[in-house]
């Protein structure tokens, strides 16, 4: 194999598929590779937020997790015997300002065959057993070796950009020698994931279960199938807890043996960590390569997404424009501190999970555990990175997402826009916006779109028409955050001036 690629991806877990996908349509040449022959059969995620779906509506495969997941009414968290402490947060109905319900929880062995179809189908060049052993990097170029799992036959192949998706025992984080900060919560946890015969009369609301005798989650995925999760005590026999009998025994609460099939199980250690640099020249990590979470908040696949999606057209817009180094460099200072918030708050919610189990009297749980509930899922702008004078800053929204344009027929939504916005930089308006035959040559030649939003658009949609000040024009970055908006202060030229530096656009 003597091709050279723009991109070689290691690991074809969800993250990686998502990553060799979205740099096909930046029109990348793409090879991607796993050591395994097939899609991963063991339970693992099964929620996709709001922000996911809006993810991979760029590649119009939202669809494949939509027909594949089933919306909770709500979630939220019980005591022993069920009941509810505090209010549930219930969002049945809720349209975020992503454009979709905040929580769909799907099937992966369904949602990961139909990526894996995806991918086959694709232009990328993709290979399965085939496992990384080694690679060097020398001015700017990436030689790896990849070793056939069934023969032993090594490849050699070269690449501009190598990218480690490939989980968390990540052999491109080995090779680059990137150690990893342990955040300190390490428990095992089963996993059951049941088909239920007729769950008609089982709860839609997800639950964290604060029994004092065991914590446990429950979470109703897509119909007829449901999960359960427990948390497993350093003197239980992994073995006989894992066994049929036993998990009758622990389902026993809310079915009997004969209204379910026991579908799949598995024991997790359940970590907290976040690689040191999630990037070294030109070799970047990648989902939970780069960072692994117990799953109370059902982020880390998301976090992992939003790597992919953050990382895509900066090596998209570096490609196809010849823009300097400083926007691939703004990477991991733009993902690190975000995902060490996903990392921190979904410890946070088993922390909480413990404390209302144990604490005697509830009110007794200090307030800031409390606070790692339901309120960490308020998920932050970004900080600091390509923005307007590289931080965010709310007087300008920028590092905010930028709302998804949605028409709304009847207070329904009838379509989803962010096409509209297109997939470089966006220019948007509720009014015309005048531009300098220079400042137009320059937003051309980067491939932006200058939208002028129509009113019925804005003022139909509440989270559009709360956001958007009437005389502001805001830049949309490709991903969808907002680089920033001119203000009182801040005027289109300095705005535009500021963003061709900080991509490193010299022509
Ligand atoms: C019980 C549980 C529940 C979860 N629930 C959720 C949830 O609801 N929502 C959510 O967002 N996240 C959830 N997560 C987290 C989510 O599953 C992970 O974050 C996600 O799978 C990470 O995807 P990835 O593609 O980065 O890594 P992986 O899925 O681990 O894929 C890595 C791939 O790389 C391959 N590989 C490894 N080494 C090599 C090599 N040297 N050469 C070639 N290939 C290699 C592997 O074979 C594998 O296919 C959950 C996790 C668990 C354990």
């Known amino acids: ?41 063991l339970p693992r995620a099964v929620s996709m937020s709001d922000q996911g779906l809006r993810m991979h509506q760029t590649l119009n495969l939202e669809d494949i997790y939509i027909r594949n997941s089933d919306a909770p009414e709500g979630a939220g968290f019980v005591d022993a015997n069920l009941e509810f402490i505090g209010d549930p947060l219930m969002v049945k109905g809720l349209v975020t300002p992503n454009g979709w319900g905040p929580l769909n929880m799907f099937h992966q062995p369904y949602t990961d065959r139909e990526m894996r179809d995806k991918l086959l189908n694709s232009s990328c060049d993709i290979l399965v057993e085939h496992e990384l052993v080694a690679f060097t990097e020398e001015s700017g170029e990436v030689f790896s070796t990849i070793k056939d799992v069934n023969t032993n036959e090594i490849k050699k192949v070269t690449c501009t950009y190598l990218i480690g998706a490939d989980g968390a025992n990540s052999k491109v984080r ?32 997800a639950i964290q279960i604060c029994d004092p005798k065991r914590i446990g989650t429950y979470i109703p995925t897509h119909s007829p199938f449901k999960r359960w999760e427990f948390e497993i005590f350093e003197d239980d026999n992994i073995e006989e807890f894992s066994s049929d009998a036993n998990i009758h025994k622990l389902i026993s609460p809310w079915l009997q043996p004969d209204q379910y099939k026991i579908l799949r199980k598995a024991v997790y250690q359940f970590n907290s960590v976040l690689a040191n640099e999630f990037q070294k020249d030109n070799c970047f990590l ?39 180094r400083s926007l691939l460099n703004s990477y991991q200072v733009e993902r690190k501190p975000h995902a060490k918030f996903i990392v921190e708050n979904s410890l946070g919610i088993g922390l909480l999970m413990e404390a209302y189990a144990h604490t005697p009297n509830i009110e007794d749980v200090p307030p800031e555990l409390v606070m790692k509930g339901y309120a960490s899922f308020v998920i932050p702008p970004l900080d600091e990175g390509i923005f307007f004078k590289g931080k965010s800053d709310p007087s300008n ?24 916005l297109g997939n470089n930089f966006a220019l948007v308006s509720r009014s015309k916006i005048k ?6 040559s320059f937003l051309t030649k980067i491939g932006s779109k200058i939208i002028t939003l129509d009113k019925d658009m804005v003022e139909s949609n509440i989270w559009m028409s709360s956001m958007i000040a009437e005389d502001r024009i805001y830049i949309i970055r490709p991903d969808k955050y907002v680089f920033g908006s001119t203000t009182e202060d801040i005027s289109l030229a300095e705005l535009i001036q500021d963003l061709k530096s900080r991509i490193g656009f010299n022509n």
């Not at 020698?177 to 059951?192: S, T």
């Not at 920028?398 to 509209?420: H, M, N, T, W």
Request: glycine share 8%; hydrophobic share 40%; proline share 4%.
């Open 1 to 41: 194999m003597d091709i050279k690629y723009d991109a070689i991806i290691v690991g074809l877990g969800p993250v990686g598929s998502f990553m060799a996908l979205l740099l096909e349509k930046q029109g990348l040449k793409v090879l991607a590779f796993d050591k395994e022959k097939d899609i991963y059969q």
């Open 397 to 420: 929204m920028s590092g905010e997402l930028f709302p998804q344009p949605v028409k709304y027929i009847d207070e329904q939504v009838a379509e989803r826009c962010d096409y509209l």
């Open 435 to 440: 531009l300098s035959d220079d400042e137009s």
């Open 174 to 205: 080995e090779l680059n020698g990137i150690e990893q900060e342990d955040l300190n919560y390490d428990r095992n946890w089963i996993i059951i994931d049941l088909e239920v015969f007729d769950d008609s009369d089982l709860s839609k609301i």
């Open 286 to 324: 990648i989902g939970d390569s780069a960072h692994q979470n117990p799953p109370f908040m059902g982020e880390g696949m998301m976090t992992g997404c939003r790597d992919a999606m953050n990382l895509s057209w900066k090596i998209g817009m570096k490609h196809n424009y010849a823009l300097d």
